[in-house]
């Protein structure tokens, strides 16, 4: 069996995420993501550029762009898809988590369903 990645990129998000990397000059830096507690649905990711590597981070590397996960967010996010959307709302980076029961329209917050907690207005202002 075939382990799950835990996170791809699409094609957008992949030649965006290099045109950012070559621009800031460093070799070294790799896309990271991780879920957080907070925002409307329970958890939220956050996504940053990083140089350092941590010995719990798992790296997926696709296509010569690195992603770094630590170990407390991979479950949370395990078979994600990282987008790059540039709509009339906006351009960004998003998620799209198979693990996410419940998500806001923000789409920076999510919930898996794991918790007994129930569910929070959305706050993010849509």
Same mark, same amino acid.
């Given at each position: $069996?075939? #382990?799950? %990645? ?6 957008? %998000?992949? *030649? ?13 830096? %790799? ?15 956050? $996504? ?32 994600? #898809?990282?987008?790059?959307?540039? *709509? ?7 998620? =799209?988590?198979?693990?996410?029961? =419940? *998500? ?13 907690? #129930? ?6 202002? =849509?």
């Amino acid at each position: $069996m075939i #382990e799950q %990645a835990v996170v791809s990129l699409t094609s957008d %998000a992949q *030649s965006r995420l290099k045109e950012l990397l070559v621009k800031e000059g460093n070799p070294q830096l %790799a896309l990271r993501i991780f879920v957080s507690g907070g925002g409307c649905s329970g958890m939220q990711y956050g $996504m940053a550029f990083d140089d350092t590597r941590r010995a719990d981070d798992l790296v997926v590397e696709q296509d010569g762009v690195q992603i770094v996960v630590d170990d407390y967010s991979a479950p949370y996010i395990r078979g994600s #898809e990282i987008d790059y959307v540039d *709509s009339l709302m906006g351009a960004g980076f998003t998620v =799209h988590n198979p693990n996410a029961v =419940h *998500s806001c329209s923000c789409g920076t917050s999510f919930d898996t369903g794991e918790d007994s907690g #129930e569910a929070k207005a959305c706050g993010c202002g =849509h």
